[in-house]
């Protein structure tokens, strides 16, 4: 008898994951940090300004949808939101309450949940030293996360 992937997934027994706010997640290849509408809206009122002024200066159309907009460094394309200065040796989120479920959800990703494999790919091309370190997050947060992150980041342009 086979095991069935959806009740029974290869991080059945929990991963481990902590984030070590080394930036790794939030900057590399030109990309897209999707969000909904409701969290556009809680993103604008955490940098203190009205909904368009936060899409207008912080976002960028990407076909029909919103991403947060990156800055070419030397570590890659940051989100713009990125605070490398703050705290020597630590990246940190200017919107970390009010980020979207896309950070939130990282690393349970379901392209990075499909098998062990695509899991230690996403660890060593971040790369991320959290992953695989840490508390152990257990099966039923991880399908949380996993579904948030689908739902949000399969939802409707708005």
């Known amino acids: 008898m086979m095991d069935d992937p959806v009740r029974d997934p290869w991080y059945q027994g929990g991963l481990q ?14 990309g897209a940090v999707w969000f909904t509408e409701e969290e556009g809206r809680a993103m604008a009122a955490q940098v203190s300004l009205s909904e368009q002024e ?11 949808r919103r991403s947060l907009k990156e800055i070419e460094t030397s570590h890659g394309f940051d989100c713009a939101f990125l605070d490398r200065d703050s705290v020597p040796g630590k990246a940190l989120c200017r919107i970390y309450r009010a980020r979207p479920s896309q950070c939130r959800t990282w690393p349970f990703w379901p392209t990075n949940l499909s098998s062990r494999r695509a899991w230690e790919q996403a660890r060593a091309a971040t790369p991320c030293p959290g992953m695989g370190a840490g ?24």
């Open 135 to 158: 508390a152990l997050v257990r099966v039923e947060e991880i399908r949380i996360m996993r579904d948030q992150d689908q739902l949000d980041n399969g939802s409707a342009p708005w």
């Open 17 to 30: 994951f902590s984030c070590t706010q080394c930036g790794n997640c939030c900057t590399g290849a030109p």
């Open 54 to 64: 936060f899409l207008d200066g912080h976002t960028r159309l990407v076909g029909s």
